[in-house]
């Protein structure tokens, strides 16, 4: 278990919606150094944060931020994206950069911070995902999480023993800009952020923030049908 007061936390996307709750969350809670990554650093606002240049999709710059933070013990991958295309006459290239953003920017940025936090005696990983890992809901969006989910659940495993802990956090629509047209209820970003950093801290493997998601995750125990009773006829 991981506390976050004394950590140097790194959280990507922090610019912004959940990203800036993570980072104030972080910076109330006491934590020592808190990097917070954009494509533009001067979009980061918060005093208490190192600004780092990251574009999350780009391999050498993941390289670069790694070499900057070489202090990092707690990795929160939150940057994401949404295109949500449909698989059926959907293009392919916008599925592939989807999961470009979702599924292999977490794998390079832990790839890469892995090392650095084992080196600093160990740490956490909290990946940030969704009900819709386990939801099929707006095409390559939720497949791209919950390929997120399946690589969380193997870089688990693999990094038990080099002292590190890994999270994830799953949570429905969130009251950010991502979400701005939808009308539905939606979660305060900085109750997500509190609850995701309690579930660090307690060293929980996942973290469902909402009810939505704790009544999809338990839907998986049972027949595909009470998920999508469309299917039933």
Do not use: C
Request: hydrophobic residues 45%; aromatic residues 6%.
């Amino acid at each position: 278990m991981v506390a976050i007061e004394g950590a140097v936390v790194l959280v990507t996307g922090g610019s912004r919606g959940l990203g800036r709750a993570f980072v104030d969350a972080a910076y109330a809670r006491g934590a020592k150094k808190i990097y917070a990554t954009a494509r533009d650093p001067r979009t980061i606002t918060h005093p208490g944060a190192v600004p780092l240049a990251l574009e999350v999709t780009d391999p050498a710059a993941v390289t670069s931020a790694a070499g900057v933070a070489h202090d990092v013990t707690v990795l929160i991958n939150n940057a994401g994206g949404y295109i949500g295309t449909p698989f059926l006459g959907g293009d392919v290239e916008a599925v592939r950069q989807e999961f470009e953003t979702n599924f292999y920017g977490p794998l390079r940025l832990t790839q890469a911070f892995a090392p650095v936090i084992a080196a600093n005696g160990g740490g956490h990983v909290l990946n940030v995902a969704s009900v819709l890992s386990w939801f099929a809901l707006g095409g390559s969006y939720a497949a791209s999480k919950a390929a997120l989910w399946s690589l969380t659940n193997s870089l688990r495993v693999e990094l038990h023993p080099r002292g590190i802990g890994v999270t994830s956090l799953h949570v429905g629509y969130i009251d950010t800009d991502m979400a701005a047209a939808v009308d539905a209820e939606k979660a305060d970003p900085r109750e997500v952020a509190e609850l995701a950093l309690d579930g660090v801290e307690a060293g929980a493997f996942e973290v469902l923030a909402d009810e939505i998601t704790r009544q999809v995750k338990a839907g998986l125990a049972g027949d595909p049908a009470g998920l999508y009773p469309e299917l039933v006829p």
